[in-house]
């Protein structure tokens, strides 16, 4: 069955730096384009970043570009999210999450638009 296993998340001074991972199997994920979508304590889900299946295109909130960097490496099955200059909003449970249908961008949190995510992990910027 499919599965997504995020990790990395942590507690982080503003202006630090975090690594995510997501773990993926159960599906030819080199067929798949990835997202990054995250949850702030009380908010939406808020779409962060997506790579297409081959990784040689991202894409970014407007938040986070110039900040975050997402990229994968098929060979291991794993989506990456390098977080730099962080700041405190931008704390929130990241999730990676899979699009219901193959080599298609998703740019978007809408719940349809995935059929898999992960279980999230917990990225907490503070002093």
């Known amino acids: 069955q499919v599965q997504l296993v995020e990790s990395g998340g942590g507690l982080v001074q503003p202006g630090g730096s975090l690594r995510l991972s997501c773990a993926a199997s159960?599906?030819?994920?080199?067929?798949?384009?990835m997202s990054w979508v995250r949850q702030a304590p009380g908010k939406g889900l808020e779409w962060v970043s997506a790579?297409?299946?081959?990784?040689?295109?991202?894409n970014y909130a407007d938040s986070v570009k110039g900040r975050f960097t997402i990229s994968r490496d098929n060979a291991k099955n794993t989506l990456y999210l390098q977080m730099n200059s962080l700041k405190p909003e931008d704390t929130a449970v990241y999730y990676c999450a899979k699009p219901n249908l193959p080599f298609r961008v998703v740019r978007t949190a809408t719940r349809s638009e995935y059929d898999y995510w992960g279980q999230g992990t917990q990225v907490t910027v503070s002093s």
């Open positions: 790579v297409s299946s081959g990784g040689l295109t991202t």
């Open positions: 159960g599906f030819t994920f080199s067929q798949y384009a």
